[in-house]
């Protein structure tokens, strides 16, 4: 996986587990919503540190919290 498929399935996870939509989160983390949509679609390609962190802070965890999952560790994402 690419970091972005990472990010994505941390966000499915996340927000199947709180009950939100794509929608719910953009107003909690101040992310547009189309740029939610369009991450939740794969659709953006360079997923940004600030980016991150908001959505963390949308779903009320920290950003370590969310980046706590093996799927991060370097030996299983394609880093180039």
Same mark, same amino acid.
């Given at each position: 996986?690419? &970091? +972005?498929?990472?990010?994505?399935?941390?966000?499915?996870?996340?927000?199947?587990? #709180?009950?939100?939509? #794509?929608?719910? /989160? @953009?107003? *909690? =983390?101040?992310?547009?919503?189309?740029? &939610?949509? =369009? &991450?939740? #679609?794969?659709?953006?390609? +360079?997923?940004?540190?600030?980016?991150?962190?908001? *959505?963390? !802070?949308? /779903?009320? &965890? !920290?950003? =370590?919290?969310? /980046? +706590?999952? @093996? @799927?991060?560790?370097? !030996? +299983?994402?394609? *880093?180039?």
């Amino acid at each position: 996986d690419n &970091i +972005n498929d990472v990010v994505v399935n941390r966000l499915y996870h996340y927000m199947d587990e #709180q009950k939100i939509t #794509q929608y719910r /989160l @953009s107003a *909690l =983390s101040g992310i547009p919503f189309a740029t &939610i949509k =369009s &991450i939740m #679609q794969r659709r953006t390609k +360079n997923i940004t540190r600030k980016t991150v962190i908001m *959505l963390a !802070s949308g /779903l009320g &965890i !920290s950003v =370590s919290e969310f /980046l +706590n999952d @093996s @799927s991060f560790d370097p !030996s +299983n994402l394609d *880093l180039d």
